[in-house]
């Protein structure tokens, strides 16, 4: 039996997206800045999916970009508002510490650059609070950017109110929402955010494309050079076969988030009642306030790295973290965050569920977890310590 649980970091293409994909790799395939009637097929289907993914936003269609994903939009949002705040004297910028590397590596770059960069610390429950922001913003500050949900722990950030506390103290505000597009609401009026990302392959949409939302008004800066495509704020032919299959993706997922959610949700909390039942585990951020299909554990006395190889052997897929990250031994920056110490971070796991994962998947989960966990304590020397009392439990 096979069990993909991994959606977090990608997510199969639905029917719906592939359908919507294939008339422009087979029939419509013209260029969309061309002037024959040939290539106005794919302007007018640009034009659709800009349409079709504002409205799911609650945005307007000229203030979406299509990007290759979500760190590029990450990078042209914050580098465009730093630019703007470098022409008037604002050269610091807001963050936490357990963003996505899309997010933290520009901010070093920045750094290196001359910007103060302030990274928010992040409460054991994986959430940073308005007050937390509005004390840190200073007359200086150019841009606060914190995403919306974790990509790894799935904790779901007070995004509205922050947004209010930016537009208030007059500073721009950009949000990662690469995990919360198509899983969790979003009205960008309402919640006052001036630019937010998207990536399509987290919602069913194919990989290598994205979007930008840029509130009106706010800055936006050209990273990729070479033509007039995008309003000439990103170069390119655009790839309109991949661009449909995200506008058609990210509408199914709205129109379906409710039952979904709730579907999702039944299943995340089974897994996270069983998991709870290991002896020396723990749930890693807020219980309530995480994403439908997130489910982040540490277990005391064992290697993450083991527990996913033999978890693979079982037909499990997961991960111990971001898979942009995957390749690192180090110990994940989001759960050294959240105060996990760095033994305990490194017993990591993180499976993510979605709309096609069964309660078969959740039974087969639910039985092979707790054997691995048990397996590789049997053999491992930290375990025998900690059992014996030679060194101290700290979950």
């Given at each position: ?7 977090a ?5 639905s029917?719906?997206?592939?359908k919507?994909m294939?008339p422009?790799?087979?029939?419509n395939y013209?260029?969309?800045?061309s002037?024959?009637?040939?290539g106005q ?8 999916a ?8 609650n945005a ?5 970009i299509?990007?290759?994903?979500g760190?590029e939009?990450?990078?042209q949002?914050?580098r465009?508002?730093?630019?703007w705040g ?5 050269k ?22 001359g910007?103060?960069i302030?990274?928010l ?8 609070t308005?007050?937390q922001?509005?004390?840190a913003?200073?007359e200086?500050t150019?841009?606060?950017t914190?995403?919306y949900?974790?990509?790894?722990i ?7 109110e922050?947004?209010r506390i930016c537009?208030?103290r007059?500073?721009?505000f ?12 979003i009205?960008?009026k309402?919640?006052?955010?001036d ?6 392959h ?11 939302y ?5 800055p936006?800066?050209?990273?990729i ?11 390119g ?17 709205c ?6 959610s709730?579907r ?5 909390d089974?897994?996270?009642?069983g998991?709870?039942?290991?002896p020396?585990s ?9 994403l ?6 540490c277990?005391?006395?064992i290697?993450g790295?083991?527990l996913?190889?033999l978890?693979?052997d ?9 898979a ?5 031994l180090?110990p994940?920056?989001?759960l050294l965050?959240?105060g ?24 087969r ?6 054997r691995?966990v048990?397996?590789?304590?049997g ?17």
């Open positions: 039996m096979f069990v993909y649980a991994d959606n970091a990608t997510t199969k293409m029917p719906t997206a592939i919507a294939l422009y790799l087979e029939e013209g260029n969309a800045s002037l024959y009637a040939f097929k794919s302007a007018e289907a640009l034009a659709a800009r349409s079709t993914v504002a409205g799911c936003l307007e269609p000229r203030e979406i299509f990007t290759s994903g760190s939009s990450d990078n949002a914050i465009s508002a730093a630019s470098a022409r008037f004297g604002k610091h910028i807001i963050s936490t510490a357990f963003e996505h590397h899309a997010v933290l590596h520009t901010l070093r770059r920045l750094k290196k650059e910007f103060d302030t990274l610390n992040v409460h054991e429950n994986g959430i940073v308005p007050q922001v509005s004390d913003i200073r200086d150019c841009l606060v914190i995403m949900a974790n990509n790894e799935g904790t779901i950030q007070p995004i509205a922050i947004g537009r208030e007059g500073v721009w950009h949000t990662d929402a690469v995990q919360a597009a198509g899983h969790l609401p009205d960008v309402a919640q006052n955010i630019m937010l990302s998207l990536s399509a987290k919602f069913h949409g194919p990989k290598g494309v994205g979007a930008l840029v509130r009106r008004g706010a936006l800066e050209t990273l050079e070479g033509g007039a495509q995008e309003r000439s704020k990103r170069a032919t655009e790839n309109i076969a991949w661009i449909a299959a995200a506008a058609a993706a990210l509408r199914e997922a129109e379906h988030m409710e039952e979904n709730a999702v949700t039944a299943l995340r089974r897994v996270i009642d998991l709870s039942a290991i020396h723990a749930l890693n951020g807020d219980r309530e306030h995480r439908p299909g997130n489910i982040n554990f277990f005391e006395g290697e790295e083991s996913l190889l978890l693979d079982a037909g499990i897929c997961a991960s111990s973290g971001s942009c990250t995957s390749g690192s180090d994940s920056h989001v965050a959240i996990r110490p760095h033994e305990v971070a490194h017993g990591s796991l993180r499976l993510t569920l979605g709309e096609y994962n069964t309660e078969e998947d959740v039974d989960i639910l039985a092979e977890v707790p691995v048990e397996y590789l304590r053999m491992s020397p930290v375990w025998k310590d900690l059992e014996s009392g030679k060194t101290r439990h700290q979950l």
